[in-house]
């Protein structure tokens, strides 16, 4: 297993975010996180990436404690919920990128030659050609921007992708073009991928696993078999809706978590 919970509760502010949460992520699986909001689906990610350390529990990540992973840290991409920032400030595409490699480069030592050419190949990977590395990075759609920042999550080569809420703001056609390319890497790069989201249904249809969490885990497995389970009505109730994206047939509608 790449990520093992073990009996992990989490209190932040004196309330209980996760409860008794047990989890196996296995290698090479893309696994989707569903839930309503609260339910500590972002504290789960941070818990992994060991920036929230639970009251009890166990947690592994690559057979070690995510505090002491060591050089296991720059296989590991992270793509935060999205975050405005100034559009003026001066920072390049390929710049961007390159901040993805700062466990490989170090404190206080400049990027070299071969750091600039894996932020050009993961700008690649993402569809970006080599003309958009040169520029400014608030010069780009919301759409380049995130794969922009989903590239940096890649660079240099990257093997436990987490990303959380990555289509948010996004609109249906870049959210569906972002989740494609997210299962296509996953499958060509064997990565094992855990996607937070709200969107139940369009992640059913990439994802290998769904896990059910509203501070517990209600349900982890197949998404066909999550999908028509009565969990779904019991865990989210009225929160539960289909909803109809603009330029969308009612048969596309989208079940999403609110």
């Not at 209190?11 to 699986?29: A, M, Q, Y």
């Not at 390049?92 to 600039?116: E, N, Y």
């Not at 590395?133 to 921007?145: M, P, V």
């Amino acid at each position: 297993m790449i990520v093992t919970l073990e009996n992990v509760t989490v209190t932040l502010s004196g309330c209980r975010v996760l409860e008794e949460v047990n989890l196996d992520f296995r290698e090479g699986i893309f696994t989707g996180i569903i839930g309503p909001n609260g339910a500590g689906k972002t504290t789960l990610l941070k818990v992994i990436l060991g920036l929230v350390k639970p009251d009890c529990g166990k947690v592994t990540v690559f057979g070690a404690p995510p505090a002491g992973r060591g050089n296991k840290r720059h296989v590991i991409g992270y793509l935060p919920q999205r975050q405005q920032f100034d559009r003026r400030f001066p920072v390049s595409v390929l710049d961007a990128v390159m901040m993805g490699q700062v466990p490989c480069i170090g404190p206080l030592r400049f990027p070299t030659k071969w750091h600039r050419e894996a932020a050009r190949r993961s700008l690649d990977l993402v569809g970006l050609d080599g003309e958009i590395a040169h520029r400014q990075i608030g010069e780009l759609s919301g759409g380049q921007q995130q794969l922009v920042f989903l590239a940096r999550a890649l660079c240099p080569h990257t093997r436990l992708l987490l990303l959380d809420e990555p289509t948010a703001g996004l609109d249906l056609v870049a959210q569906q073009r972002f989740y494609t390319l997210v299962r296509n890497l996953q499958q060509e790069l064997k990565l094992t991928v855990i996607l937070v989201t709200h969107d139940l249904g369009t992640v059913a249809a990439h994802a290998d696993e769904l896990v059910c969490l509203n501070r517990r885990v209600y349900a982890h497995g197949e998404p066909g078999r999550i999908m028509a389970s009565p969990v779904l009505g019991r865990l989210f109730g009225n929160n539960l809706l289909t909803r109809k994206e603009e330029g969308a047939s009612t048969a596309n509608g989208r079940m999403v978590c609110v």
